[in-house]
């Protein structure tokens, strides 16, 4: 069993739709979350992060924890073209230089 | 965050011949990663490279095949030698950097696409 588990997608929305994105992990170790995007030809860009169970709100972004089910999601108010990217998550003990990486949710926002 | 230049950017190389990677950050730290990005996996990542001494692979990678430099606190190389196709890949350089909030973040350079044929 991986340790982080994500839906590759693709998924296709259009412009103004919310997005759910979301990754299930196994090890009950991991304090740390993060979602990154990664454009086409780039690196991965680091969006979000939280460490407690509960909603964290960035602007259009919302990133959901639920440590009791071992469940991550990044949601994406009124999506826009530019949101279209590869969104990754990753998780990652308190301490250590150990990162957990799910494969990426291709997302692709229509005019 | 960081400013973090990797080049080149993307190559096309013949199998059995080997590619130097270049990593420059913009501040001194002391860890700095290198990730291997296969279509359809998660990130993996092959080595940390600390300044003054030997980097430290992970399972799967060894030092004949990515060999590591870290010759001062803003750069890094690693070299993919003797190239295969399985090699083609996105190799990233990344390092963790504090946030002023919790633990360290880690930052992602652009990226190099090597494509071996």
């Known amino acids: 069993q991986k340790e982080v588990e994500q839906d590759p997608g693709p998924l296709s929305v259009p412009e103004g739709a919310i997005v759910s994105l979301n990754c299930t992990y196994s090890n009950s170790a991991f304090q740390y979350f993060m979602w990154y995007r990664q454009y086409s030809r780039k690196g991965p860009e680091l969006l979000m992060y939280t460490y407690s169970s509960g909603n964290k709100e960035d602007g259009r972004f919302t990133a959901q924890v639920d440590k009791s089910s071992k469940y991550i999601s990044l949601f994406i108010r009124d999506s826009q073209p530019s949101d279209s990217a590869t969104y990754l998550c990753?998780?990652?003990?308190?301490?250590?230089?150990?990162?957990?990486f799910g494969t990426g949710t291709s997302l692709t926002v229509i005019p | 965050s960081a400013v973090i230049s990797q080049k080149p950017s993307r190559d096309i190389c013949q199998r059995g011949t080997s590619l130097t990677i270049q990593c420059q950050v913009d501040?001194?730290?002391?860890?700095m990663f290198w990730y291997r990005q296969q279509p359809g996996q998660s990130l993996t990542l092959i080595a940390t490279?600390?300044?003054?001494?030997?980097?430290?692979?992970e399972s799967g990678f060894v030092i004949d095949k990515f060999p590591i430099s870290r010759p001062n606190l803003t750069f890094s190389t690693l070299t993919v030698s003797n190239m295969s196709p399985e090699d083609s890949s996105i190799y990233l350089c990344?390092?963790?950097?504090?946030?002023?909030?919790?633990?360290?973040?880690?930052?992602f350079g652009s990226g190099t696409q090597l494509s071996v044929l």
């Open positions: 990753a998780m990652s003990p308190l301490t250590g230089n150990q990162f957990y």
């Open positions: 501040s001194q730290v002391t860890m």
């Open positions: 990344s390092v963790e950097l504090p946030t002023g909030t919790g633990r360290e973040k880690l930052f």
């Open positions: 490279a600390n300044q003054g001494s030997e980097a430290t692979y």
